[in-house]
């Protein structure tokens, strides 16, 4: 285990989304490509592993164990408790990437735990892991939807409008993540959160 000051060195990175091709690309799946954005910029391949693709790259004397949890996103929380077991990464140490639909699309709020807000992947991890007390990165994917079309706009494609914007929002959630594996939650929060 990598212990610098104190302090475990050793991070794992939850991206939230559900396996195979019909949901590459839509809403729920931002988790996924969010980690994708952090291997390609460092040429890092995700291979397939118990309960999730993997991969781990190194960023400043950090560790970060990325896993997209093949699961489906109602099951996540098996995905990650087991590899947070296996690598001995404590909780303190994970960061959960969801969508939220509470969110204007784009908008990006790091909080250190709340409620899973109707999110059923949240909904899982915290019950797997028996706390809501995980630090979480949330993208916001608004609520533009007619009424009883959650589902259909949860899973389904970005606008045109919103696709154009997509890269630069998902570059700021990489910084996010850089962020609070060297200087931590709170002054990533206090820093990038609303921006």
């Given at each position: 285990?990598?212990?610098?000051?104190?302090?475990?060195?050793?991070?794992?990175?939850?991206?939230?989304?559900?396996?195979?091709?019909?949901?590459?690309?839509?809403?729920?799946?931002?988790?996924?490509?969010i980690?994708?954005?952090?291997?390609?910029?460092?040429?890092?391949?995700f291979?397939?592993?118990?309960?999730?693709?993997?991969?781990?790259?190194?960023f400043?004397?950090?560790?970060?164990?990325?896993?997209?949890?093949?699961?489906?996103?109602?099951?996540s929380?098996?995905a990650?408790?087991?590899?947070?077991?296996k690598?001995?990464?404590?909780?303190?140490?994970?960061?959960?990437?969801s969508?939220?639909?509470?969110?204007?699309?784009?908008?990006?709020?790091l909080?250190?735990?709340g409620?899973?807000?109707?999110?059923n992947?949240?909904?899982?991890?915290?019950?797997?892991?028996?706390t809501?007390?995980?630090s979480?990165?949330?993208?916001?994917i608004?609520?533009?939807?007619?009424?009883?079309?959650?589902?259909d706009?949860?899973?389904?494609?970005?606008?045109?409008?919103?696709?154009?914007?997509?890269?630069?929002?998902?570059?700021?959630?990489?910084?996010?993540i850089?962020?609070?594996v060297?200087?931590?939650?709170?002054?990533?929060?206090?820093?990038?959160?609303?921006?």
């Amino acid at each position: 285990m990598h212990v610098l000051n104190g302090r475990n060195m050793k991070y794992l990175i939850a991206g939230l989304g559900n396996p195979g091709l019909m949901y590459a690309h839509t809403r729920h799946n931002i988790g996924f490509d969010i980690l994708d954005r952090l291997a390609k910029d460092v040429s890092s391949k995700f291979e397939t592993e118990r309960y999730a693709d993997r991969t781990e790259l190194k960023f400043k004397g950090r560790k970060l164990i990325l896993i997209k949890p093949n699961t489906f996103m109602n099951l996540s929380g098996k995905a990650i408790q087991y590899w947070l077991q296996k690598e001995k990464i404590p909780i303190s140490n994970l960061l959960v990437i969801s969508d939220d639909l509470a969110l204007p699309f784009g908008a990006l709020r790091l909080k250190g735990k709340g409620s899973a807000g109707g999110h059923n992947g949240l909904k899982d991890i915290e019950e797997v892991l028996k706390t809501n007390t995980y630090s979480r990165l949330r993208f916001g994917i608004g609520d533009d939807y007619p009424r009883g079309k959650q589902a259909d706009f949860v899973l389904g494609s970005w606008s045109k409008k919103e696709d154009l914007a997509l890269d630069e929002r998902i570059e700021q959630s990489t910084k996010f993540i850089h962020s609070f594996v060297t200087v931590g939650l709170n002054m990533t929060m206090s820093a990038l959160n609303g921006k």
